[in-house]
C-alpha cells in the first residue's frame, strides 16, 4: 500500500489542501479563500468532510498517514494558531488536535515557514543536509534553521524569526511594532518601500518613473533592473544589503553548509543571488568565509506550502 500524507496550507488569502505522497508527488489539490470560514470550527467540519469524501473516492492501494498543517503563528509543541495577525479567527486555535478528533488521523501543525524548512529537507535541494537555513521571501520573512539534523523549536516552539530581527533600530515600522525588522527591507513589501524611499529621494532617471507610486510592485521593480535600470540596480543592492548582514548574522550562530531562499524575491535569481552572497561574504567571521553556498530552493513555487505541510507527517 502506498502511504499518503494530507497537507493543508493555512495563508492570509487562501487554504490549499492536498494529498502527497512521501516522494513528493501531488495527488490531489484543492484551494478555497479562507474568508469562506468565519470560525476555525466551521474550517475543520468542512475539510474534514471533504479529506473523508476525497479518502472514498481515492483507490484501495493508498493509506493515509496523517495531517500535517502550515499555518502563520503555528506552534508545533501544542499544535496550535497563536494570535495570528493576518487570519480572522482570533487567539489561540488548537487547529491539530481539532483534525485530529474529527478525522481520527494525527494531526501536526508548525508555522509556515518551519513547514517549507521541512518540506525543503525532505522532498527538496537540503535532503541529507544536517545544517541549514531557509529563508522564505514573500510579502514577509520567514525562516527556518535546521542544526544537526534537527529543526529548532525553541523553548516555546515559535524558534527562527529571521524576518525580525532587527536590521536598523531607528529604521521602518514593522507590523510587529517594533522599529527596522530585516523583514521590512527584504520582502516583497519591503523592496516596494524601498523604491518608493529611493525614487523620492533622488532626482535619478528611471523606468519606474513611468509608473504611479501605488502600482509598483516587487515585479516591476524586477523588470526594470533586467533592464538594467540603475536606480532598480540600486535597489536590489540595497535590499541585498540588509538580506546579506541578516544572513552572516545568522551563520554565526548555527553555522549552515547552506542557506536556501524560497520565493517571490528568490526568482529574480542572479539580480538577488549575486550580490547577496557578496554581502554576506563581506559580512561573515572569517571562520565561517566562503564556506556557506546560498542556493534557491528547488521546492515548486505552486506546491511548496502543502509539500511541506505535508513533510510534517513524514518527519514526524
Ligand atoms: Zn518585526
Redesign the pocket.
Known amino acids: 500500500m502506498e502511504k499518503l500524507a494530507i497537507g493543508i496550507d493555512i495563508g492570509g488569502t487562501n487554504i490549499s489542501l492536498g494529498f502527497v505522497t512521501s516522494d513528493g508527488k501531488v495527488l490531489i489539490k484543492e484551494s478555497l479563500p479562507i474568508k469562506k470560514f468565519k470560525t476555525a470550527e466551521s474550517f475543520v467540519d468542512f475539510a474534514s468532510e471533504k479529506i473523508e469524501k476525497l479518502v472514498d473516492e481515492l483507490d484501495s492501494e493508498y493509506e493515509i498517514k496523517g495531517i500535517g498543517i502550515g499555518a502563520p503563528n503555528g506552534n508545533f509543541y501544542n499544535g496550535t494558531i497563536e494570535f495570528a495577525p493576518n487570519l480572522e479567527w482570533n487567539g489561540v486555535i488548537p487547529l491539530a488536535s481539532m483534525f485530529q478528533n474529527k478525522t481520527g488521523y494525527k494531526s501536526f501543525l508548525t508555522n509556515d515557514a518551519n513547514a517549507a524548512t521541512i518540506g525543503e529537507m525532505v522532498y527538496g535541494n537540503a535532503k541529507g543536509l544536517k545544517n541549514f537555513i531557509m529563508v522564505t521571501l514573500g510579502t514577509g520573512v520567514g525562516s527556518g534553521f535546521v542544526a544537526n539534523g534537527e529543526l529548532i523549536l525553541g523553548n516555546d516552539g515559535f524558534a527562527g524569526e529571521l524576518?525580525?530581527t532587527?536590521f536598523d533600530p531607528n529604521g521602518r515600522q514593522?507590523?510587529?511594532?517594533?522599529?527596522?525588522?530585516?523583514?521590512?527591507y527584504a520582502s516583497a513589501t519591503g523592496i516596494v518601500r524601498t523604491a518608493k524611499e529611493f525614487l523620492n529621494n533622488s532626482n535619478e532617471s528611471s523606468i519606474l518613473r513611468d509608473y504611479s507610486e501605488d502600482s509598483i510592485t516587487s515585479k516591476l521593480i524586477f523588470e526594470a533592473a533586467k533592464q538594467n535600470d540603475k536606480l532598480a540596480l540600486k535597489i536590489f543592492d540595497f535590499t541585498a544589503n540588509v538580506l546579506g548582514f541578516s544572513l552572516a548574522n545568522a551563520v554565526a550562530i548555527t553555522s549552515p553548509e547552506a542557506i536556501f531562499l524560497f520565493g517571490g524575491l528568490a526568482h529574480a535569481g542572479d539580480l538577488i543571488f549575486k550580490p547577496t552572497k557578496k554581502y554576506m561574504e563581506e559580512y561573515l567571521l572569517i571562520i565561517f568565509k566562503n564556506k556557506v553556498e546560498l542556493k534557491a530552493s528547488s521546492l515548486p513555487e505552486n506546491n511548496a506550502a502543502i509539500l511541506g505541510a505535508a513533510a510534517l507527517v513524514w518527519d514526524n
Open positions: 524576518g525580525h532587527i514593522c507590523k510587529c511594532g517594533r522599529c527596522g525588522c530585516v523583514e521590512t
